[in-house]
């Protein structure tokens, strides 16, 4: 008898503590877990409002003057990026404008081209087959210039964080391609080429230059890239997620520029400069104008 | 003893035969449980109007906001400026460097890549002379000069190397010396 009772209170003890476990691991245990996660998130949050007020209340936020200015940025943008129909366009207004600038610095060999595999257009003032001999040492550089090509597709795009929620963006086209520009000129017209080259509407941005200066006639070759926006599709269009792909212009969120007011005056222009006269080290060859 | 055994098989159960406090625990566990819960429906509750404290002080003081306007102006205005303060800083790089490879040394080769607040450059000098000693003095104003150049943020230079033979009758040979680094965009 007596070792029946023991066995029976031996199974409601076992009884009991199995609910116990059952409320433990299925309720109180998520609940007391749930608990610091909301005590945490609480803390979290109260934390951020006040260094959110402490913060406002040393910020110093736009006045209507200010507001204008901040509201122009994306015209200002539009504005300086050229507009056109379809892609063709582009590369003949770039020839234009090249070709001008060859024929003011008097350089007497050019050569521009596209695209890698094409043969390129030749500019310059001493007439067609002039060039031969850049063309030759063009050909030498044939690795150098395919593998710089390539650091200007559109997947290594660097000017997202310029563009990204630009309202125009979401009606045109943004494209970017590059052209290769390769001269041989007297040192002083070639710097003052390279130094013009951005100041056309195509507004030509370097990104490489390779440069022989100690050649007979020194030459040259970039690689600019352009921007353009564009009507029609687009073979040259920017694509929206290669900005992680290549260098990006960053904005320090915790910048002290940030919290005080943008005064036009402070952001002073960057001025198409001329370069200061060459001393004549007696190794180049003046420019005669 | 038999009598009182079947006394005991006649009489009904009790309801004391289930005992009580197996319904005391269990009802004690389950106001635990509420209490807990109670708790949490609280804490969510304060979580909620302290997040919508945040956002209504985010709606009347739109820091962020003004901050990202800002750093979107002052991109903007460096990305309407760079085309022209690249292609000033690179040929104007050139032209000092230029002027500083004075004769006899030549500036025989030189390559920039361009970042968008930097750029990275490495060029190639030659020197004719008679060994290594003599080039390297004579490459040793050139570097000199390179230091001066307050763009410039960090080089590294090769030692002097002999580019072609000594040429027959002066002992005399070209030397080359590489350089490489970066300038920032000023």
Known sequence: MKPRKLARSFLWILASLAILMVFVVLDWYPTVKELGRLRRERGDIERKVKNYSVMASSFVFPDPEENSLLARTSAELRRVLLQVDEDDAWPAMALLELQAQVRAERIANARVFFTFQALGTELGTAGPGRSAALADWLSLQVWDLRESFSITDQNRYPWHAVFSGSEFIRQQRLASRPLVVALAAPLPALLDFINHISWGETRLEIVRLHLEPGAALPRAWLICRGNYLVRKPSAWAVKEDSGTAGDNLLVDPDSPLLWQKVVPQAVVPAMKNELPPMRDTGLFIRKKN | ?186
């Open chain 2, 1 to 186: 003893m038999a009598d009182k055994a079947g006394r005991q098989a006649d009489a009904p159960i009790s309801r004391r035969s289930w005992p009580v406090w197996p319904l005391v625990i269990f009802v004690m566990l389950a106001a635990v449980s509420l209490l807990l819960h109670l708790e949490k429906a609280s804490r969510q509750k304060s979580v909620l109007a302290a997040r919508e404290q945040f956002a209504a002080l985010v709606r009347a003081a739109p820091v962020e906001e003004v901050k990202a306007q800002r750093g979107r102006f002052y991109i903007s205005q460096y990305y309407v400026g760079y085309p022209i303060k690249n292609s000033y800083a690179a040929a104007d790089f050139v032209r000092r460097l230029a002027e500083a490879a004075a004769p006899p040394m030549k500036l025989l080769k030189l390559e920039i890549n361009h970042g968008l607040q930097n750029f990275a450059f490495k060029l190639t000098a030659g020197v004719v002379a008679g060994g290594p000693e003599p080039a390297r003095l004579l490459f040793s104003g050139f570097v000199e000069s390179l230091r001066n150049f307050a763009d410039i943020s960090q080089a590294s230079f090769s030692d002097p190397l002999p580019a072609t033979a000594l040429t027959p009758g002066g002992q005399r040979a070209m030397f080359v010396i590489s350089i490489s680094g970066q300038a920032e965009l000023q």
